[in-house]
């Protein structure tokens, strides 16, 4: 069976609309996205207005798990997402840097 040069233009044409729908529905996708986090960021400013110069104080776990999301996103995105902890502070080797993750020394 062989395909002739015009089966494979039908085909490529063919495919323009699902092309197209996929882009589209990645682009909403994006947007939605972008619209929760302008939220989040916004409600963490309500928040923090809220709080005033008070110094927050976080539980281990909760530093630890965000020092974890912290680590995945990167000191120069955080600089410009972070509104109630600095980014210095979760990326210290204190709350998950890189000397968190390694194991300690066993106990003599």
Request: aromatic share 4%; net charge positive.
């Amino acid at each position: 069976m062989t395909i002739t040069s015009g089966s494979l233009v039908a085909m490529a044409q063919s495919s323009y609309p699902l092309q197209f729908l996929l882009v589209a529905l990645a682009g909403w996708i994006n947007q939605h996205q972008r619209d929760v986090i302008d939220y989040l960021q916004e409600e963490n400013r309500a928040l923090r207005e809220q709080l005033g110069p008070r110094r927050l104080r976080f539980m281990d776990d909760q530093r630890r798990r965000l020092a974890a999301k912290a680590k995945i996103l990167g000191r120069r995105i955080l600089r410009h997402i972070a509104t109630i902890v600095k980014s210095d502070t979760l990326l210290s080797k204190r709350h998950g840097g890189r000397r968190a993750s390694m194991q300690r020394p066993a106990a003599r």
